[in-house]
Protein backbone atom coordinates (compact mmCIF):
# COMPACT_ATOMS: atom_id res chain seq x y z
CA UNK A 1 0.00 0.00 0.00
CA UNK A 2 1.03 3.34 -0.73
CA UNK A 3 1.87 6.26 1.92
CA UNK A 4 -0.38 8.31 3.07
CA UNK A 5 0.26 11.57 1.71
CA UNK A 6 -0.16 13.19 5.48
CA UNK A 7 0.40 11.26 8.68
CA UNK A 8 -0.26 13.42 11.80
CA UNK A 9 1.15 11.63 15.17
CA UNK A 10 0.40 13.25 18.67
CA UNK A 11 -0.08 16.78 16.36
CA UNK A 12 0.46 19.42 19.42
CA UNK A 13 0.38 23.03 19.62
CA UNK A 14 -0.13 25.99 22.10
CA UNK A 15 -0.24 29.63 21.90
CA UNK A 16 0.81 31.88 25.19
CA UNK A 17 -2.40 34.81 25.37
CA UNK A 18 -1.15 37.20 28.19
CA UNK A 19 0.62 34.97 30.38
CA UNK A 20 -2.61 32.27 29.73
CA UNK A 21 -1.12 29.08 28.33
CA UNK A 22 -4.32 27.67 25.64
CA UNK A 23 -3.49 24.41 24.65
CA UNK A 24 -4.84 24.38 20.80
CA UNK A 25 -4.17 21.36 19.60
CA UNK A 26 -3.54 18.47 22.01
CA UNK A 27 -2.46 15.32 20.16
CA UNK A 28 -4.22 15.12 16.63
CA UNK A 29 -4.01 12.05 15.05
CA UNK A 30 -4.88 11.98 11.21
CA UNK A 31 -4.44 9.92 7.92
CA UNK A 32 -4.78 10.90 4.46
CA UNK A 33 -4.47 8.47 1.74
CA UNK A 34 -3.64 9.64 -1.68
CA UNK A 35 -6.65 11.10 -3.41
CA UNK A 36 -8.43 11.31 -0.60
CA UNK A 37 -11.17 14.64 0.23
CA UNK A 38 -11.48 15.03 4.27
CA UNK A 39 -13.43 17.90 5.14
CA UNK A 40 -12.53 19.33 8.12
CA UNK A 41 -14.96 20.42 10.60
CA UNK A 42 -15.12 22.23 14.54
CA UNK A 43 -16.32 25.50 15.51
CA UNK A 44 -14.75 28.91 15.54
CA UNK A 45 -11.55 28.86 17.01
CA UNK A 46 -11.16 25.12 17.66
CA UNK A 47 -7.92 25.10 15.58
CA UNK A 48 -8.76 24.60 11.90
CA UNK A 49 -6.67 27.26 10.48
CA UNK A 50 -4.02 26.43 13.05
CA UNK A 51 -4.11 22.45 11.63
CA UNK A 52 -3.95 23.55 8.14
CA UNK A 53 -0.82 25.75 9.01
CA UNK A 54 0.88 22.77 10.42
CA UNK A 55 0.38 20.42 7.74
CA UNK A 56 1.29 23.20 5.36
CA UNK A 57 4.50 23.60 7.20
CA UNK A 58 4.10 27.03 7.37
CA UNK A 59 4.43 27.51 10.93
CA UNK A 60 7.01 26.18 13.73
CA UNK A 61 6.23 25.34 17.27
CA UNK A 62 4.19 21.95 16.50
CA UNK A 63 4.72 19.21 18.57
CA UNK A 64 4.09 15.69 17.60
CA UNK A 65 5.12 14.78 14.04
CA UNK A 66 3.81 15.57 10.52
CA UNK A 67 4.82 13.15 8.19
CA UNK A 68 4.08 14.18 4.50
CA UNK A 69 4.13 11.49 1.58
CA UNK A 70 6.11 9.42 4.14
CA UNK A 71 9.18 12.19 4.77
CA UNK A 72 9.60 13.14 7.90
CA UNK A 73 8.81 17.20 7.92
CA UNK A 74 9.29 18.01 11.42
CA UNK A 75 12.51 17.06 11.09
CA UNK A 76 13.80 18.84 8.51
CA UNK A 77 15.39 22.02 8.23
CA UNK A 78 13.37 25.22 6.92
CA UNK A 79 14.50 24.98 3.42
CA UNK A 80 13.39 21.34 3.33
CA UNK A 81 10.09 21.78 4.41
CA UNK A 82 9.72 24.92 1.65
CA UNK A 83 10.94 22.55 -1.04
CA UNK A 84 8.26 19.59 0.52
CA UNK A 85 5.82 22.55 0.48
CA UNK A 86 6.15 23.61 -2.96
CA UNK A 87 6.44 19.86 -4.77
CA UNK A 88 3.47 18.44 -3.09
CA UNK A 89 0.77 21.36 -2.09
CA UNK A 90 -1.39 23.66 -3.61
CA UNK A 91 -3.33 25.97 -1.33
CA UNK A 92 -6.66 27.57 -1.38
CA UNK A 93 -7.83 30.61 1.39
CA UNK A 94 -11.27 31.95 2.32
CA UNK A 95 -9.64 35.25 0.13
CA UNK A 96 -8.19 34.56 -2.75
CA UNK A 97 -4.92 36.27 -2.46
CA UNK A 98 -4.23 36.21 -6.12
CA UNK A 99 -1.68 38.72 -7.42
CA UNK A 100 -3.64 42.12 -8.15
CA UNK A 101 -1.20 43.13 -11.51
CA UNK A 102 -1.71 39.60 -13.09
CA UNK A 103 -4.66 39.05 -14.73
CA UNK A 104 -6.04 35.46 -14.33
CA UNK A 105 -3.87 33.35 -16.85
CA UNK A 106 -0.69 35.13 -15.23
CA UNK A 107 -1.99 34.30 -12.16
CA UNK A 108 -1.73 30.26 -12.99
CA UNK A 109 0.97 30.46 -14.82
CA UNK A 110 3.43 31.81 -12.31
CA UNK A 111 3.45 29.34 -9.95
CA UNK A 112 4.66 27.04 -12.95
CA UNK A 113 7.48 29.13 -14.32
CA UNK A 114 9.04 29.18 -10.28
CA UNK A 115 8.59 25.04 -10.79
CA UNK A 116 10.93 25.47 -13.48
CA UNK A 117 8.11 24.26 -16.62
CA UNK A 118 8.13 25.97 -19.99
CA UNK A 119 5.97 28.96 -20.62
CA UNK A 120 4.00 27.27 -23.44
CA UNK A 121 3.04 23.96 -21.38
CA UNK A 122 2.85 26.31 -18.59
CA UNK A 123 0.06 28.73 -20.42
CA UNK A 124 -1.49 25.49 -21.67
CA UNK A 125 -2.07 24.23 -18.43
CA UNK A 126 -3.73 27.13 -17.12
CA UNK A 127 -5.98 27.39 -20.07
CA UNK A 128 -7.24 23.95 -19.59
CA UNK A 129 -7.72 24.57 -15.91
CA UNK A 130 -9.68 27.66 -16.29
CA UNK A 131 -11.70 26.50 -19.23
CA UNK A 132 -12.90 23.79 -16.82
CA UNK A 133 -13.92 26.20 -14.12
CA UNK A 134 -15.90 28.17 -16.60
CA UNK A 135 -13.85 31.13 -17.04
CA UNK A 136 -12.25 30.64 -21.05
CA UNK A 137 -13.87 34.10 -20.93
CA UNK A 138 -12.30 35.80 -18.23
CA UNK A 139 -8.51 35.01 -19.02
CA UNK A 140 -7.11 38.21 -19.30
CA UNK A 141 -9.41 39.90 -16.44
CA UNK A 142 -7.55 41.14 -13.96
CA UNK A 143 -8.58 40.19 -9.91
CA UNK A 144 -10.41 43.21 -9.68
CA UNK A 145 -12.47 42.70 -12.94
CA UNK A 146 -13.52 39.27 -11.50
CA UNK A 147 -16.46 38.14 -9.34
CA UNK A 148 -16.04 37.40 -6.16
CA UNK A 149 -17.14 33.64 -7.35
CA UNK A 150 -14.67 34.22 -10.47
CA UNK A 151 -11.54 35.29 -8.09
CA UNK A 152 -12.29 32.22 -6.23
CA UNK A 153 -12.19 29.85 -8.98
CA UNK A 154 -9.04 31.51 -10.15
CA UNK A 155 -7.57 30.66 -6.73
CA UNK A 156 -8.53 27.13 -7.45
CA UNK A 157 -6.86 26.60 -10.84
CA UNK A 158 -3.53 28.17 -9.19
CA UNK A 159 -3.66 25.53 -6.39
CA UNK A 160 -4.08 23.13 -8.75
CA UNK A 161 -1.36 24.30 -11.57
CA UNK A 162 1.18 22.24 -10.37
CA UNK A 163 -0.50 18.84 -10.46
CA UNK A 164 0.20 19.19 -6.29
CA UNK A 165 -0.66 15.49 -4.06
CA UNK A 166 -2.34 17.58 -1.54
CA UNK A 167 -4.39 21.07 -1.70
CA UNK A 168 -5.04 22.50 1.50
CA UNK A 169 -7.93 24.69 1.50
CA UNK A 170 -9.10 27.48 4.79
CA UNK A 171 -12.87 27.89 4.53
CA UNK A 172 -11.98 27.99 0.27
CA UNK A 173 -15.99 29.49 -0.17
CA UNK A 174 -16.68 30.62 3.14
CA UNK A 175 -16.59 34.19 1.75
CA UNK A 176 -19.33 33.69 -0.86
CA UNK A 177 -22.81 33.52 -1.08
CA UNK A 178 -24.71 30.45 -0.84
CA UNK A 179 -25.43 29.67 -4.08
CA UNK A 180 -22.09 30.66 -6.01
CA UNK A 181 -20.33 28.70 -2.73
CA UNK A 182 -22.14 25.36 -3.95
CA UNK A 183 -21.76 26.32 -7.46
CA UNK A 184 -17.63 26.88 -6.82
CA UNK A 185 -16.92 23.99 -4.44
CA UNK A 186 -18.92 21.47 -6.93
CA UNK A 187 -16.33 23.07 -9.27
CA UNK A 188 -13.45 22.17 -6.81
CA UNK A 189 -14.34 18.96 -6.13
CA UNK A 190 -14.47 17.88 -9.69
CA UNK A 191 -11.53 19.27 -10.26
CA UNK A 192 -9.44 17.76 -7.48
CA UNK A 193 -10.89 14.56 -7.80
CA UNK A 194 -10.28 14.75 -11.81
CA UNK A 195 -6.87 15.27 -10.88
CA UNK A 196 -6.51 12.66 -8.28
CA UNK A 197 -4.80 14.77 -5.39
CA UNK A 198 -5.77 14.92 -2.11
CA UNK A 199 -7.62 17.34 -0.22
CA UNK A 200 -7.44 18.69 3.42
CA UNK A 201 -10.46 21.48 3.45
CA UNK A 202 -11.55 23.47 6.60
CA UNK A 203 -15.11 24.47 6.95
CA UNK A 204 -17.98 25.25 9.43
CA UNK A 205 -20.58 24.01 6.88
CA UNK A 206 -21.82 20.90 7.44
CA UNK A 207 -23.58 20.93 4.32
CA UNK A 208 -20.57 20.76 1.95
CA UNK A 209 -18.63 19.02 4.19
CA UNK A 210 -20.87 15.88 3.38
CA UNK A 211 -20.00 16.36 -0.26
CA UNK A 212 -16.70 15.15 0.70
CA UNK A 213 -15.20 11.96 1.37
CA UNK A 214 -14.76 11.77 4.74
CA UNK A 215 -15.49 14.29 7.52
CA UNK A 216 -12.96 15.14 10.98
CA UNK A 217 -13.87 17.22 13.44
CA UNK A 218 -11.79 19.15 15.91
CA UNK A 219 -13.71 18.98 19.42
CA UNK A 220 -11.33 20.02 22.37
CA UNK A 221 -8.20 20.18 20.52
CA UNK A 222 -8.42 16.32 19.00
CA UNK A 223 -10.36 14.42 16.34
CA UNK A 224 -13.45 13.11 17.31
N1 LIG B 1 -0.51 33.24 16.60
C1 LIG B 1 -1.38 33.04 17.59
N2 LIG B 1 -1.15 33.53 18.83
C2 LIG B 1 -2.01 33.31 19.85
N3 LIG B 1 -3.13 32.59 19.73
C3 LIG B 1 -3.42 32.06 18.52
C4 LIG B 1 -2.57 32.26 17.39
N4 LIG B 1 -3.12 31.62 16.32
C5 LIG B 1 -4.26 31.06 16.76
N5 LIG B 1 -4.45 31.31 18.09
C6 LIG B 1 -5.57 30.85 18.91
O1 LIG B 1 -5.78 29.48 18.65
C7 LIG B 1 -7.18 29.17 18.63
C8 LIG B 1 -7.52 28.46 17.32
O2 LIG B 1 -7.45 29.38 16.22
P1 LIG B 1 -7.69 28.93 14.72
O3 LIG B 1 -7.58 30.15 13.88
O4 LIG B 1 -6.82 27.79 14.40
O5 LIG B 1 -9.22 28.43 14.80
P2 LIG B 1 -10.24 28.08 13.62
O6 LIG B 1 -10.93 26.81 14.02
O7 LIG B 1 -9.56 28.11 12.31
O8 LIG B 1 -11.26 29.29 13.73
P3 LIG B 1 -12.15 30.04 12.58
O9 LIG B 1 -13.14 29.00 12.14
O10 LIG B 1 -12.80 31.14 13.36
O11 LIG B 1 -11.22 30.50 11.52
C9 LIG B 1 -7.91 30.49 18.86
O12 LIG B 1 -8.27 30.55 20.22
C10 LIG B 1 -6.87 31.54 18.52
O13 LIG B 1 -7.07 32.70 19.27
Do not use: C, W
Not at 117 to 143: K, M, Q, W
Not at 181 to 189: I, T
Amino acid sequence: MSDPVVKLSGLTRSFEQGGVRIDVLRGVNLAIQPGEIVALLGPSGSGKSTMLQAVGLLEGGFGGTIEIDGTDASALPSDGRTELRRTHMGFVYQFHHLLPDFNAEENVILPQLVRGVDRGEAEERARELLSSLGLSGRLNHRPSQLSGGEQQRVAVARALANSPQLVLADEPTGNLDEATADKVLDQFLALVRGEGSAALVATHNERLASQMDRVVRLHEGTLD
